[in-house]
């Protein structure tokens, strides 16, 4: 029998794929670099792990309870920073998994913060407005302790938007008395966001691309095709930049399926018919495809943007694709990792290629606590600046070590953290 905390290891934080498999990536990378045993121990597990009950009356007068999280990983580095996330298969577990890729993220990129996550389990398309309303502001409540400016500082994520930021925002400062705008980002404009991060992510995930043909000395023209999965903030942005910058979209999906077209998408009036109909099923300029299906399309850039696990070892050698660049978190696991990187597909990992969104929530937070605002110009040059200089590093580090670029933007980041954490020391 071990010591007690042996015992962690049968806790709910190992219940899901995506807590597995950011564990695997994780110790895989520690023993790539030798990494102290201490430090290890202290990073597999969140520092904090809430859950919270969060009840609602529902538009029909009756009173629902969601359950929600709010998971703070490591705080090393600064405040905690991770968005909130409404989604059905929300659970403590997958949050946690998420709050360790933002730690890792905050690292790899060198911004002065650790990371968390947080969520309710519910289904937000099913859900009026005032009920989302009603919800955002009780689960605030709920964790207004954990959270502020100092703390730990939420942000949008998937089936969450601005307007959930302004009504945590808004009720987080009437609980406190006064208005504290910098306890959220992704917030709108109006009330203190930064121009530039609705893109933001979408932008990153392009900048990295961009960085990468480059590496690869790969042209992107009118010849470069592009599958996107997930058509929301993320996969909208970048579909659109990519479009932008004269490659040819030739597949986007959403949860209920997507559309193929070899010619190359019109984006715009997709975007409208989305924008009228909320999903692209019925739009008839292309062929209907699954979402699996979808994945396995012949192209020369995927960006899945959707949720975790879908590209896995019973579809990575179907993958027909140079480039795969996540803009979700977790897309591809650690068995599929393998097989991609034997079809010499170049991997930009999630930490890396969509580190847009935080980077920018971390130029609002900074501007917000200044009360001086930046031009958008500014913005993205300084996110350009970013992403390429992260994005060269994490090259730079996978060829010196011989390693795929996942395992080397582990590396890149954790031994950041490490030498922090080795400096602050052990307490008690
Ligand atoms: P979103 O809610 O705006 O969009 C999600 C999209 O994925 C929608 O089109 C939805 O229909 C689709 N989707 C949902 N479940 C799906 C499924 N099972 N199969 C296929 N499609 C599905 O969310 P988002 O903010 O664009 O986030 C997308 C991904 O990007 C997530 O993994 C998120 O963690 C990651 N991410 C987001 C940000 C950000 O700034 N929003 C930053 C970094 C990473």
């Not at 071990?2 to 807590?19: A, M, Q, Y």
């Not at 390429?388 to 090259?395: G, H, I, Q």
Request: net charge neutral; glycine share 8%.
């Amino acid at each position: 029998m071990g010591p007690v905390g042996h015992d962690l290891t049968k806790s709910e934080w190992e219940g899901s794929d995506l807590f597995r498999n950011t564990s695997k990536l994780f110790v895989h990378a520690t023993q790539q670099m030798h990494l102290d045993p201490n430090i290890i121990e202290r990073l597999k597990w969140p520092k904090r792990a809430f859950v919270v009950s969060v009840p609602i009356r529902l538009d029909d007068n009756s009173i629902r309870t969601f359950i929600g999280y709010r998971v703070q990983h490591n705080m090393t580095l600064g405040p905690a920073k991770g968005g909130v996330r409404y989604h059905p298969d929300v659970n403590l577990s997958e949050t946690t998994a998420l709050a360790m890729l933002m730690t890792f993220k905050c690292a790899v990129v060198g911004l002065p913060l650790g990371g968390a996550k947080g969520g309710i389990r519910c289904d937000p398309t099913k859900m009026s407005r005032n009920e989302l309303q009603r919800l955002t502001r009780r689960y605030t409540s709920e964790i207004a302790h954990l959270i502020g400016p100092t703390k730990d500082i939420p942000a949008p994520d998937i089936g969450t938007d601005q307007q959930t930021m302004a009504w945590m925002m808004d009720t987080f400062s009437q609980e406190i008395g006064f208005t504290v705008p910098d306890v959220v980002t992704g917030k709108p404009i109006e009330i203190g966001g930064s121009l530039g991060r609705t893109d933001a992510t979408g932008r990153g995930v392009v900048y990295c691309i961009m960085e990468a043909a480059k590496y690869l000395d790969m042209p992107l023209d009118e010849t470069t095709t592009v599958v996107v999965q997930g058509f929301g903030k993320v996969g909208a942005s970048a579909a659109r930049k990519m479009a932008k910058i004269g490659c040819k979209v030739i597949a986007i999906s959403d949860v209920a399926g997507g559309i193929c077209n070899s010619k190359g998408l019109d984006l715009d009036a997709l975007c409208d018919y989305i924008e009228k109909n909320k999903t692209s099923e019925g739009f008839t300029e292309g062929d209907r495809v699954t979402n699996e299906e979808l994945l396995e399309l012949q192209c020369d850039i995927l960006i899945p943007a959707a949720v975790s696990n879908q590209i896995t070892k019973h579809n990575a050698d179907k993958i027909k694709c140079k480039i795969i660049a996540e803009g979700a978190n977790g897309p591809t696991n650690i068995d599929a990792d393998l097989i991609i990187n034997d079809k010499n597909i170049f991997v930009i990992p999630d930490i890396v290629a969509n580190a847009g969104g935080v980077t920018v929530s971390y130029f609002e937070w900074v501007q917000g606590i200044q009360k001086l605002f930046w031009s958008e110009k500014e913005v993205n040059n300084r996110l350009w600046n970013i992403m390429s200089d992260t994005f060269r590093r994490v090259v730079h580090t996978a060829e010196e070590h011989k390693i795929d670029m996942r395992t080397a933007a582990y590396i890149s980041g954790i031994s950041k953290l490490s030498r922090a954490m080795l400096l602050r020391g052990f307490w008690p």
